[in-house]
């Protein structure tokens, strides 16, 4: 299987900063990489498919890039709403797996 | 849009059948592929498997002995079967659609996820 590594596992930060997690993949992915952000009490919602392209209703202040095995999802300008757990997923062979998680909490 | 809402018993005994539905609404089920993923707590995600609309499944090796999926469009549902469970298999089990394009696949929406736990 694909090993996913996300860092940091938590991050702490204010409204109005810019952030960015790290996804490392074990093997090359080329840019089969989906981002998901995911509050407790309802399900992961699609942020970016494909490394870098925004999902449709998703705002332009998140972003990704990379491809082979690194991988960086970008938030601009941190909104209360975006307060959550981000996962990283490869779409590359199955079985599809996910990094571990990286909570974004308040500072 | 598409919606969808996982149902099932919450608790199941350890050796039993873990047996779970998911309903689609907003449009037909048959349009589209479909994936179960499961959260343990404290833990990330496991992708479970996907069914597409020809009725072929395919499963995470970890799970292949003991899962099935199925498609039952005159309900407009997809359903899960997990047998011989034990207290490992305790989770939030979520339904998603898997949407696969030419230059990759994903999974959206997702359901809200049901908890399931094997006591």
């Known amino acids: 299987d694909i090993q996913m590594t996300q860092s940091p596992s938590s991050l702490s930060a204010s409204v109005g900063d810019r952030v960015t997690i790290t996804c490392r993949a074990s093997h090359s992915i080329r840019d089969h990489l989906n981002w998901y952000q995911w509050k407790l009490g309802a399900g992961p919602k699609l942020l970016i498919h494909a490394a870098n392209n925004l999902q449709s209703g998703v705002p332009s202040r998140f972003s990704g890039s990379g491809s082979g095995t690194d991988f960086t999802l970008s938030i601009s300008s941190l909104q209360p709403e975006d307060f959550a757990t981000y996962y990283c997923q490869q779409s590359y062979t199955t079985p599809y797996t996910f990094g571990q998680g990286t909570k974004l909490d308040i500072k | 849009q598409v919606q969808l809402q996982e149902s099932g018993p919450g608790l199941v005994k350890p050796s039993e059948t873990l047996s779970l539905t998911c309903t689609v609404s907003?449009?037909?089920?048959?349009?589209?592929?479909w994936s179960w993923i499961r959260q343990a707590a404290g833990k990330g995600l496991e992708w479970i498997g996907r069914?597409?609309?020809?009725?072929?499944?395919h499963y995470n090796p970890s799970l292949s002995s003991r899962v099935s999926m199925s498609v039952d469009t005159s309900k407009n549902q997809l359903s899960l079967k997990l047998r011989s469970v034990t207290a490992a298999d305790t989770a939030i089990y979520y339904c998603a659609r898997y949407y696969d394009s030419v230059e990759s696949n994903w999974l959206d929406p997702w359901g809200q996820g049901a908890q399931v736990t094997v006591s």
């Open positions: 907003g449009d037909s089920i048959s349009r589209y592929h």
């Open positions: 069914i597409y609309t020809s009725g072929t499944a």
